[in-house]
């Protein structure tokens, strides 16, 4: 994780660190496996819009 860097770790890193297995850092199950690629999914498109907002001139949005 990423506090054993010396920084705070995201939602998504301790969400993956506490539903995959130490063994083989699979999934415990299919639904966290599929609520993680929803989040991914979702964090990548939220990031494109921002990224386009910033490309057509508007100003900054805040990070969130």
Do not use: C, Y
């Not at 998504?12 to 609520?35: C, I, L, N, P």
């Amino acid at each position: 994780m990423t506090m054993e860097l010396g920084q705070i770790p995201t939602q998504s890193e301790v969400f993956a660190r506490t539903h995959t297995r130490k063994e083989d850092r699979s999934w415990v199950d299919k639904r966290s496996g599929d609520v993680n690629d929803v989040f991914l999914a979702e964090l990548k498109r939220l990031q494109e819009e921002r990224q386009a907002i910033i490309d057509a001139g508007g100003p900054e949005p805040p990070d969130r």
